[in-house]
């Protein structure tokens, strides 16, 4: 089996954004203007919309235009009322397919914002503790439904207040994510908890183990022995930590590694099969394309286009 990478020149790993590309004149506010919170927007087309990661939070609601939505290893459709909410260092990207040749003036409505003071903040005030458990979904990007509307009265009530006020409009916009029943994540595979802290440390290591070893033929029965459970005791507490059964997150785990390495590198998609712990090409592709819609393939080409401009 040749693992020789097709002749694709190109550079595919995320930009990282940095202070000092946010400059006024694409949108953002300056220091003296922002403190946790941060307002941008923009259009389009404009060198912010590229395949990019950060370290902060983002709000990203779209406005105006659609075309293909880039976030993490999910590619989907988007108009106006996408509202999305991207974790640190999760990448992605928006190219409207319909701007036209002018483009548009405001697509994107932008909050961002840092993790480790709203953490503290956390330890000592019990009515944030709903929204840490927003920001551990965020790792893997979330989608919100019906709130698009509410949204964009939020970032005008942030963008327009300051100081206390400001982080006060911020947290009744979290409030209404927090409590948002209608979402879905949309970027690889998301922990939903467990019962206690020995059961999440039982469950942490096992998805590690997983994770960390795609190609180990690790079995349910093995794992459910290791612990000391029966097999359908296993099961249960499985599915209850990761709302999945053991099988359906393995190949959860594994095709979403396929398409870190089907964007990230030049492998050919029968090498990748292999390298992700599949031993059969046909069910390989089969469980891709009931997880992603898509062929192998088809993902490839379709994320190819998630640098926008000329690539």
Known sequence: MSTAPRNRPRQRQPELEGDFTRLAALGYETPE??????????????PLARWHFHDEYELHLITC??????????????QPGHLVMCGPR????????????????????????????????AQDLP??????????RARHGIEFFGLSGRAREHWHAVKESHGVRRFGRFCEYLADLAQCGDYRLL???QIQGAEGAGELDQINRIVDRITGNLTEATSLADLAAEL??????????????????????????????????????????????????????A?????FLELKGVTPTEFRRQA??????SH
Not at 304 to 309: K, N, P, Q, V
Request: charged share 20%.
């Open 65 to 78: 235009t659609s075309g293909k939505a880039f976030v993490g290893d999910w590619i989907g459709h988007f």
């Open 304 to 309: 190819d286009s998630r640098f926008g401009g």
């Open 283 to 287: 069910n390989f592709n089969r469980r």
């Open 187 to 189: 970027s690889t595979v």
């Open 90 to 121: 999760l990448p992605h990207n928006w190219i409207s397919l319909d701007a036209g040749d002018a483009g548009v003036p405001e697509r994107d409505l932008v909050i961002q914002f840092d993790h480790a003071p709203l953490e503290r903040a």
């Open 228 to 281: 000391g459970m029966s097999e359908s005791r296993f099961s249960r507490f499985f599915r209850r930590a990761t709302g999945n059964s053991f099988t359906d997150f393995v190949n959860m785990v594994r095709i979403n590694s396929a398409c870190r390495l089907l964007m990230q590198t030049d492998h050919y998609v029968t090498d990748i099969c292999y390298q992700v712990g599949f031993n059969n090409v």
């Open 33 to 46: 203007e922002s403190g946790l919170v941060r307002c941008l927007a923009h259009g389009f087309p404009t």
């Open 127 to 136: 009515e944030l503790r709903e929204v840490m458990l927003l920001l551990q």
